[in-house]
């Protein structure tokens, strides 16, 4: 047997193992995912998998043994990620620390930085936030307006955050602050790593008209963050910035995909659409549901073509913008289907006559609007896509 071939054994031999039958189970809502953090709260099988799966460094399966990952390269990485595809296993862990901070630190942090946040991040035991926006930089994220100034070992931050999701839950914050208000705006911002329980921090969740509060405002007082936690240079953090943002536009295309087993579209349309002999009868949800699968398909080609040059050593460029615009706009095109197929079924908000997988398309629907804005809008991914992409004049 090839060497690929016995890794592909035992991994499938490790995971029947090892994978509690619950974490076998299609992922409903967000949060049936585990994103660790110290306040997290485990189900027993949560936790054992979270375990298990850490002590093996697959939370992190290409992140290098020394900080916490499975040193895993990218064929025996994939290997894995299809051996648990076919269990259908559930991922051991989310977040932010896993998609965006970790992969920046080990493009660009100190081995310092590496050493103390990385290891955490793949036991699951810190949860990161992301402070980028502010009430007068979303778009123009250069405009921010947060300040830090150098006092000794320290920086002392000032300022608000907007839009932070789960600050309320996460024990660090990534975030963006000026440090030269007298440059370019590009050229006076500091990327810095801050502990969320140091004095000054005060996070208030933001209550949507869904009754949930997914995001925070973050105020900052006289802030003391040590000069040590700085990632890149001082002044250099918009680099880290973009840097970053390709991660995250990567991820963000990629995680609200649909991974439920089968044909989820096709699942819906034999529950509610009329059949003729096997088909469903209507050609115009048939040529929509087809459409999209290609559509889909050749995203996640594309995706995998990036993420394995990614491996390969390659950083993430302008054309992340391309996998953030396509994935949320075809995840906006699949929740409108879903609605369309679910007809008045798919309308429920609450009350006796929707089921929980009803309500589910609703609640979906709504979020996939959300997701062509965080991260950067569907507008300004095509300013990015025509400008630095295809070189078109501004
Ligand atoms: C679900 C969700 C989660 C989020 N999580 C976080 C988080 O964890 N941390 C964080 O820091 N931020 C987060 N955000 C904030 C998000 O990054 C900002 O909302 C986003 O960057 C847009 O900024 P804005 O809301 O200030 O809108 P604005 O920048 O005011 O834009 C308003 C509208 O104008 C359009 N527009 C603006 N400029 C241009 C232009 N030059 N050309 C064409 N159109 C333009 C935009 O596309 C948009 O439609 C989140 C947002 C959402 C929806």
Redesign the pocket.
Known sequence: MDTLEQFREETRQWLLAHAPKSMCTPVRVVDDLCWGGRRAQYPADVKRWLDVMAERGWTAPTWPKQYGGGGLDKAEAKILSQEMAKLGVRAPLVG?GLTMIGPLLLQEGSEDLKRVHLPPIGRGEIRW?????E?G?????AGLQARAVIDGDDFVVTGQ???????DKADWMFLLVRTDPNVRKQAGITFLLMDMTSPGVSVRPILLISGSS??CETFLDNVRVPRSQVVGQVNGGWAMAKALLGHERTMIADIFKDRAPGNPLLELARRYLPASAARIADPIIRDRITQLDMDAACLDLTLKRSQDSMKAGHKPGPETSMFKYYGTETNMRRRELMLAIAGPQGLGWEGAGFDESELALTRDWL?SR??S????????Q??IIAKRVLGLPD
């Open positions: 932010f936030c992301q402070g980028y926006s009430p930089a979303g778009s123009d994220l955050k907007i839009w932070t999701s789960y600050a997914p995001f979020r959300g997701n804005i965080e991260g950067g809008t569907s507008e300004i095509l300013n």
